[in-house]
T-cell receptor, first 114, second 112 residues
Framework: DTGVSQDPRHKITKRGQNVTFRCDPI?????LYWYRQTLGQGPEFLTY????????KSRLLSDRFSAERPKGSFSTLEIQRTEQGDSAMYLC????????????FGPGTRLTVT | QQQVKQSPQSLIVQKGGISIINCAYE??????FPWYQQFPGKGPALLIA?????SEKKEGRFTISFNKSAKQFSLHIMDSQPGDSATYFC???????????FGSGTKLNVKP
């Protein structure tokens, strides 16, 4: 399967702990996005990379959140000092070099903060 | 303030009927409008998309109608099937920032 993959699929953590999620985009895609989705809502933009450069970051992203994409391949999203309000599905998407900007989403990582 | 407003929140359609989901936006800097289908526990999957220089796009049973002057666009699912039961999201891309805004979703239930 050559789609977007995310790991882990589920994460349960205690409040105050740090968590890190990984996303592997489609191999030829140079753009990578992170979104957060809560129950009954649409995905909410968090951040965007083109190759290894982080070009856009939502104001919603507090300083507890950080994302990296070393060497322009996989990406990691880290949440420090997790809070119960961080419980959500974290989605990764990637898109290629074409002007269509079609995004392909991974299956997501479900985070539960207890 | 929600950049893309989607309605209805939920929709029940009989098998074979037409499902219609509507979205509206205000920002004229949006330049690409995709629709996504999401099943429980899965990530959204791209269904169909349109650019504002086109008024309609059709792919199989799915059609997007786009009204640039009204800043509205809609998804029509013809001959709806129970397998179409899912949540549908419209979205819009902000030109030059490659930032996407999603609607709040429509949960479609197609009854056999």
């Amino acid at each position: 399967d050559t789609g977007v993959s995310q790991d882990p699929r589920h994460k349960i953590t205690k409040r105050g702990q740090n968590v890190t999620f990984r996303c592997d985009p489609i191999s030829e895609h140079n753009r990578l996005y992170w979104y957060r989705q809560t129950l009954g809502q649409g995905p909410e933009f968090l951040t965007y990379f083109q190759n290894e450069a982080q070009l856009e970051k939502s104001r919603l992203l507090s300083d507890r959140f950080s994302a990296e994409r070393p060497k322009g391949s996989f990406s990691t999203l880290e949440i420090q000092r997790t809070e119960q309000g961080d419980s959500a599905m974290y989605l990764c998407a990637s898109s290629g070099r074409s002007i269509s900007y079609e995004q392909y989403f991974g299956p997501g990582t479900r985070l539960t903060v207890t | 303030q929600q950049q893309v407003k989607q309605s209805p929140q939920s929709l029940i359609v009989q098998k074979g009927g037409i499902s219609i989901i509507n979205c509206a936006y205000e920002n004229t800097a949006f330049d690409y409008f995709p629709w996504y289908q999401q099943f429980p526990g899965k990530g959204p999957a791209l269904l169909i998309a349109i650019r504002p220089d086109v008024s309609e796009k059709k792919e199989g049973r799915f059609t997007i109608s786009f009204n640039k002057s009204a800043k509205q666009f809609s998804l029509h699912i013809m001959d709806s099937q129970p397998g179409d039961s899912a949540t549908y999201f419209c979205a819009a891309r902000l030109y030059n920032f490659n930032k996407f805004y999603f609607g709040s979703g429509t949960k479609l239930n197609v009854k056999p």
